[in-house]
């Protein structure tokens, strides 16, 4: 399955522990001297009044992504709320 950049940031991701839907993509980050993909961020929870502004971001690694349908991105993705560094690898069980 081929797939632009364009067309997976159309994609709703939803954890598939909770159901909680995460938001769409922002970036996908590579590994460019393996030239491997090591994942994906998405918004992180938004805090307090300010609902327009969103500092934080969640990196999901790749091997947490279990499938990418026509209309979502199911990931499993462990823990509450998003790391202080958005690079930190979420442990899949």
Avoid at 42 to 53: A, I, S
Wanted: with cysteine.
């Amino acid at each position: 399955m081929e797939s632009s950049y364009l067309e997976l940031r159309c994609k709703e991701v939803v954890n598939v522990l909770d159901g909680r839907k995460l938001g769409h993509i922002i970036d996908i980050i590579f590994d460019l001297s393996s030239s491997r993909i090591l994942g994906i961020l998405v918004p992180g929870e938004r805090t307090g009044w300010n609902v327009f502004k969103n500092t934080n971001q969640l990196f999901i690694p790749f091997g947490c992504i279990v499938k990418i349908g026509e209309d979502a991105i199911l990931v499993e993705v462990q823990g509450q709320g998003v790391p202080e560094n958005p690079y930190t690898v979420l442990q899949k069980k």
